[in-house]
Every structure is written in structure tokens, then in C-alpha cells.
């Protein structure tokens, strides 16, 4: 559900999870502003969801019906190691949920012997 109290921004991403199931799916957000949902007092409580193409592909729907969608983040930090200590291996993977037994956290993780580190730069 989209929680009334997140920042809606026009546009946002979201997964569609209600009745028309044939429309599951990600789409843009926009309030919806038909006649039976835009209250001249209130706003529109409800929303249209827009494909890529700026599409209208749903209309009307209630907040429970979506979920905001996880916004990725691509940039790594730069803490990478230059070489691993046990192997000399100079490639890592970067995991930001590495469970090392002790705790979770971003790590990076030696693709040779899987010998890793802690990452400080997130």
C-alpha cells in the first residue's frame, strides 16, 4: 500500500497489486483527476497509472492497491580493496547485505576466495 504519510512524488514508481490483475505490473503514478476522484475541496485520493509511453493504462486506483517501487541506487562506494591479502586477487563484489555470521552490512567480497572487508564508503 502506499502509506499516506511517503512523500508521493508525481511519477513515481509503483507495483500495481490489485483487482485488474491482467495490469500487474510497474507504472508511473499521477493522482487521478476523472470526475468521481478529484474532490474540489480535497484533491484525488485515488491514482492513474501510466506505462512508459505516458500511457493511461489504470485509472481510479486506491492507494492499497500499490507499493511504491524500490528505487536502485547503481553508484558503488569507492572503498574498493586493490588487492585481496589472502589471494592476490584484484576483483571484488560488492554485497550490501553481506551476513558474515557476526553481523550484516555492505562489504566487499574477493571473487577468488570470497575474503572480504567491511565497506565504510555507504
Not at 14 to 30: F, I, K, N, P
Not at 34 to 40: G, I, K, L, Q, V
Not at 56 to 65: D, E, G, L, P, Q
Not at 93 to 120: Q, Y
Amino acid at each position: 500500500m502506499l502509506n499516506p504519510l511517503t512523500d508521493f512524488e508525481p511519477g513515481m514508481l509503483v507495483r500495481y497489486h490489485g483487482t485488474l490483475t491482467e495490469h500487474h505490473g510497474v507504472y508511473s503514478a499521477h493522482l487521478c483527476t476523472c470526475r468521481r476522484c478529484d474532490h474540489p475541496a480535497y484533491g484525488s485520493g485515488r491514482f492513474r497509472l501510466l506505462d512508459e509511453n505516458g500511457d493511461v493504462i489504470v485509472s481510479c486506483v486506491r492507494a492499497k492497491s500499490i507499493t511504491p517501487e524500490p528505487v536502485e541506487d547503481d553508484t558503488l562506494p569507492d572503498d574498493e580493496p586493490d588487492q585481496c591479502p589472502e589471494c592476490a586477487a584484484t576483483v571484488f563484489d560488492f554485497d550490501p547485505n553481506h551476513d558474515d555470521g557476526i553481523s550484516i552490512g555492505p562489504a566487499w567480497l574477493c571473487t577468488g576466495c570470497k575474503w572480504g572487508v567491511r565497506s565504510v564508503g555507504t
